[in-house]
């Protein structure tokens, strides 16, 4: 094998290689998207350097090339920007594992700056794992007992009282979440076991995994991206209008997503968004692309829309521009400073990582990408947390929201509304 900069060797690596290799490494991350040609797998592990401070995520270069193979993402920095502050991780990555779900095609690389130590530990995992053994596939998250962290009657005070908010003029929109819990004594492979056996069920687009520490783990199964630049064009889907999925979408499901209250929920995400990528992009660029699109998933089906915009290359690179339209107005509200503020005094359990965003940076291309941290587990001392909600407006009603809250998650927990 050739380790030299900007070398990828051809290799497809099996499920079970992934876990052996994923269980040995260090903060190992696994981004995963199903998504027809944009359907990638990336896998690393072992950083050169990791960090906690968002001021340090930096690239230094003047010019950037595309990869051979099309990689996404080759090297560079991947990490989490949670919803609640001091809740940021980010590790910069000298090796990548990549492969192409539309070619079943994947590619091993080595950056120049990645270690020998480093090459030598990954090409020695590889050769010496099992390629013939199947996954467990009773290792799911739906297998954990799953329990609601708080009463109906508490997720009703806080719906009344956000209600309340709403007709006084303080929102128009406000995203209200309910989390639920269950005992998880997992092991690292047990995780990343569950996370392959969910995603390939999910169908959604922005899945990831990634170890934050020894015992603490993200699992996303997340069908939303959040904000993605590719050659300076930034582009958003938010995600807003849900209804519960028992196979493909019928004509009653459709009417009911392309309803005058889910439409206009959308449309008020949409214009807040507008508004967000408008700071950080050039005058007159903000367009939307599509809007009120109908997306399918194993558990609902959601209308998306689609906003594209010239990033301002004059101010911004494309992670302050990440961070200065975080955090993502789908799971905040409108206005979103008026939304949060009462998100924070509403809702019993803070979110943490959840309705945060999983990023990657690449140096080589200087793509972006990110999700929105919903339809995710975090695994944390031996306990598994999940969160769902939806948003609220002045027509909402109390038992549609919280049926929607356990739909969002049925996949993943369980319980049945």
């Known amino acids: 094998m050739t380790n030299t900069f900007n070398a990828s060797k051809e290799l497809t690596l099996t499920n079970k290689q992934i876990v052996n290799l994923i269980c040995k490494l260090k903060h190992a991350i696994y981004l995963k998207s199903l998504n027809g040609r944009d359907g990638w797998s990336i896998i690393s592990g072992n950083p050169s350097r990791t960090s906690i401070n968002p001021n340090e995520v930096t690239l230094h270069k003047d010019s950037y090339a595309a990869t051979a193979t099309g990689q996404p993402f080759t090297s560079g920095w ?11 991780f980010a590790a910069y990555y000298d090796w990548s594992y990549s492969f192409c779900h539309e070619s079943n095609e994947g590619w091993l690389y080595f950056s120049e700056t990645c270690s020998k130590e480093t090459r030598n530990a990954v090409n020695k ?20 007992d799953w329990k609601p962290s708080q009463s109906f009657s508490q997720y009703s005070s806080s719906f009344a ?57 993200l699992l996303s199964l997340s069908p939303e991206q959040f904000l993605q630049c ?35 929920e959308n449309l008020m995400i949409v214009d807040l968004l507008r508004n967000d990528l408008g700071k950080v992009s050039e005058t007159g660029s903000v367009t939307v692309e599509k809007l009120f699109d109908i997306e399918s998933f194993s558990n609902v089906h959601h209308l998306v829309s689609t906003i594209k915009s010239k990033l301002n290359r004059a101010r911004y690179d494309e992670f302050s521009a990440f ?49 929105i941290l919903i339809r995710t587990v975090e695994l944390i001392n031996n306990k598994a947390y999940c969160w769902a909600g939806g948003g609220i407006v002045a027509d909402s009603e109390l038992m549609s929201e919280y049926q929607e809250s356990i739909n969002k998650v049925r996949h993943i927990t369980g319980i049945n509304p």
């Not at 794992?129 to 739906?142: A, F, G, K, V, Y």
């Open 161 to 217: 009282k956000l209600k309340d908010y709403i007709f006084a003029g303080d929102c128009y929109q406000a995203n209200l979440t309910q989390r639920f819990e269950a005992n998880a004594n997992w092991s690292k492979g047990d995780a990343i076991n569950a996370f392959l056996n969910d995603t390939d069920r999910s169908m959604a687009n922005y899945c990831a995994f990634i170890e934050i520490e020894a015992n603490n783990f």
């Open 78 to 88: 991947i990490g989490v920007n949670g919803y609640d502050k001091n809740f940021f």
């Open 230 to 264: 590719h050659e300076g064009t930034l582009q958003s889907k938010p995600i807003k209008g849900t209804v519960k999925a028992n196979g493909a979408l019928t004509t009653t499901q459709e009417q009911e997503l392309l309803s005058t209250k889910n439409k206009a």
């Open 125 to 144: 995992l590889i050769e010496s794992s099992p390629s013939n053994s199947d996954l467990n596939q009773n290792l799911t998250t739906r297998a954990l």
């Open 323 to 371: 961070l200065n339209c975080f955090p993502g107005g789908s799971i905040t509200g409108a206005p979103k400073i008026r939304a949060m503020e009462i998100i924070k005094e509403i809702e019993k359990h803070p979110r943490r990582y959840y309705c945060g965003s999983i990023f990657y940076w690449d140096d080589q291309t200087n793509n972006f990408d990110s999700n």
